[in-house]
């Protein structure tokens, strides 16, 4: 148990960190707008080749979906938009790994990542094929 007491402040520091970059970066997507400041880096594989990688628009997206557009975020990123629920599961599933083990094991077993990668692979694929969204 030394070694636990030892770690707790710098877990502590940690957990601050972390919270202190997430608010940083909420503020900045609530009030700069990727599209039109430099403070956002753009997409090298857009940039590259000209198709749209399975991230692009997720900046525009999150930026949209702080300001309540909705339809906005969908038309920059619809993947993302539709994985928030997801996401918001998978980040309480490593919340709470230790108390409830066998949730964390389905959310994250081996047979939900491998879903998860085709399914980003098919819009990758899709939306370079049929442009849903606009770049």
Same mark, same amino acid.
């Given at each position: @148990?030394?070694?636990?007491?030892?770690?707790?402040?710098?877990? $502590?520091?940690?957990?601050?960190?972390?919270?202190?970059?997430?608010?940083?970066?909420? *503020?900045?997507?609530?009030?700069?707008?990727?599209?039109?400041?430099?403070?956002?880096?753009?997409?090298?594989? /857009? @940039?590259? $080749?000209? /198709?749209?990688?399975?991230?692009?628009?997720?900046?525009?997206?999150? =930026?949209? /979906?702080? =300001?309540?557009?909705?339809?906005?975020?969908?038309? =920059?990123?619809?993947? @993302?938009?539709?994985? @928030?629920?997801f996401l918001?599961? /998978?980040?309480?599933?490593?919340?709470?790994?230790?108390?409830?083990? !066998? *949730? =964390?094991?389905?959310?994250?077993? !081996?047979?939900?990542?491998? $879903?998860?990668?085709?399914?980003?692979?098919?819009?990758?694929?899709? !939306?370079?094929?049929?442009?849903?969204?606009?770049?």
């Open positions: @148990m030394p070694v636990l007491n030892k770690l707790r402040p710098l877990r $502590t520091v940690l957990c601050v960190v972390v919270v202190l970059a997430v608010a940083a970066a909420v *503020f900045f997507y609530v009030r700069f707008d990727p599209s039109d400041s430099v403070w956002f880096p753009k997409c090298p594989f /857009l @940039m590259l $080749t000209g /198709l749209e990688c399975p991230g692009c628009g997720s900046q525009r997206a999150l =930026h949209a /979906l702080f =300001h309540l557009d909705i339809g906005g975020a969908f038309r =920059h990123n619809a993947l @993302m938009v539709v994985l @928030m629920p918001a599961v /998978l980040a309480a599933a490593e919340a709470l790994k230790y108390r409830f083990p !066998r *949730f =964390h094991e389905a959310v994250t077993g !081996r047979g939900v990542v491998w $879903t998860v990668f085709g399914v980003i692979v098919l819009w990758w694929v899709l !939306r370079n094929v049929f442009p849903f969204s606009e770049i």
